[in-house]
Structures are given as C-alpha cells and as structure tokens.
C-alpha cells in the first residue's frame, strides 16, 4: 500500500478498512459511517469534500471483495 493514498485508490482503501475494521461487513455500513472511517485511516490525504457516491460505492464494492477473500 502506497505511503499516502486519497479517493481515487479504491483498492488501497478497502484493504486499509478490512485491515481496520476485519469482522465488518461492508455492505452494512453507512456511506456517512464509511466516510468518516476514510478520511480517519492513516495514509489519507484527500480532501473529504472530494468523496462521492460513486466513490464511495467503488470503494464499498472492493472493500466487499477483500472481505469475501477474507473470509475464505
């Protein structure tokens, strides 16, 4: 995982959160809760206005990927 990462690093986010937060599912996770766990994980550097739906569905999508690998 690069040093610093911001919005657009949908990958490095969802391993940073599965690391983070291992017994979560990702798909019962607010978009707002999710928000406020980004911007919190050391290594962000974007600018939390910068997030969008899309964005954070991205995000949410891989972070249930690596769940799922997680998880088996």
């Known amino acids: 995982m690069p040093p610093t990462f911001s919005w657009d690093n949908f990958e490095d986010i969802a391993i940073a959160l599965a690391d983070k937060y291992p017994d979560t599912d990702p798909?019962?996770?607010?978009?707002?809760?999710?928000h406020k766990w980004i911007t919190e994980l050391p290594g962000f550097t974007g600018d939390p206005g910068g997030s969008n739906e899309s964005k954070l569905e991205a995000i949410q999508m891989a972070w249930h990927e690596e769940y799922q690998d997680r998880q088996s």
Do not use: G, I, K, Q
């Not at 798909?27 to 999710?34: H, I």
């Open 27 to 34: 798909l019962t996770v607010r978009f707002a809760d999710m």
